[in-house]
T-cell receptor
Framework: GAVVSQHPSWVICKSGTSVKIECRSL??????MFWYRQFPKQSLMLMAT?????????EQGVEKDKFLINHASLTLSTLTVTSAHPEDSSFYIC????????????FGPGTRLTVL | GENVEQHPSTLSVQEGDSAVIKCTYS??????FPWYKQELGKGPQLIID?????GEKKDQRIAVTLNKTAKHFSLHITETQPEDSAVYFC????????????FGKGTHLIIQP
């Protein structure tokens, strides 16, 4: 149980284009989903917290107009990187929390974004 | 905000020996401390977690200890095996895990055969 998927697993795009990444909880309803970014050989950095049906909360320094987050249902959250630039190239990882007594965050497999 | 320090950055141990990774945190409000294992190109996998009302938790070869007074927690892996080789991250969160996680910088664990 507690499986989180991401799509796509990797994507290459041209500078200036937008890319959408999906995060799905497959066997549980996620009240909250989180988006993290990880640069090579570095740690994970929280970008934003997404609650179903409400606006995402962004961490300091993360541009909300550049990283659009939508959490339309209890099993799906999307991250859209708008007007991508090479410095946005990174490993984007989502996690999902089911809530209740267990507050464990389960992570997806990540999406490798390369902006040319 | 929360700051999590993790040591060492690299740890090499002989197969069968024990490995210990240590983390400290700064925010006394943090009450949830998970450990994740990450293999190259994959997402983090939860291996064990502990909440602030518990001092120690064990799951087979893996154990975690928490000292709330000193604000540090440690991961202990006994009888290490080659498949334990990976990067391990500690993390901390307030709200029992309801908040986003603040991660340490990671420890690259190498198991020497």
């Amino acid at each position: 149980g507690a499986v989180v998927s991401q799509h796509p697993s990797w994507v290459i795009c041209k500078s200036g284009t937008s890319v959408k990444i999906e995060c799905r909880s497959l066997d549980f309803q996620a009240t909250t989903m989180f988006w993290y970014r990880q640069f090579p050989k570095q740690s994970l950095m929280l970008m934003a917290t997404s609650n179903e049906g409400s606006k995402a909360t962004y961490e300091q320094g993360v541009e909300k107009d550049k990283f659009l987050i939508n959490h339309a249902s209890l099993t799906l959250s999307t991250l859209t990187v708008t007007s991508a630039h090479p410095e946005d190239s990174s490993f984007y990882i989502c996690s999902a929390k089911s809530g209740g007594a267990s507050d464990t965050q389960y992570f997806g497999p990540g999406t490798r974004l390369t902006v040319l | 905000g929360e700051n999590v320090e993790q040591h060492p950055s690299t740890l090499s141990v002989q197969e069968g020996d024990s490995a210990v990774i240590k983390c400290t945190y700064s925010d006394s409000a943090s009450n949830y401390f998970p450990w994740y294992k990450q293999e190259l190109g994959k997402g983090p996998q939860l291996i064990i977690d502990i909440r602030s009302n518990v001092g120690e938790k064990k799951d087979q070869r893996i154990a975690v200890t928490l000292n709330k007074t000193a604000k540090h927690f440690s991961l202990h892996i006994t009888e290490t095996q080659p498949e334990d080789s990976a990067v391990y991250f500690c993390a901390a969160s307030a709200g029992g895990g309801a908040d986003g996680l603040t991660f340490g910088k990671g420890t690259h664990l190498i198991i020497q055969p």
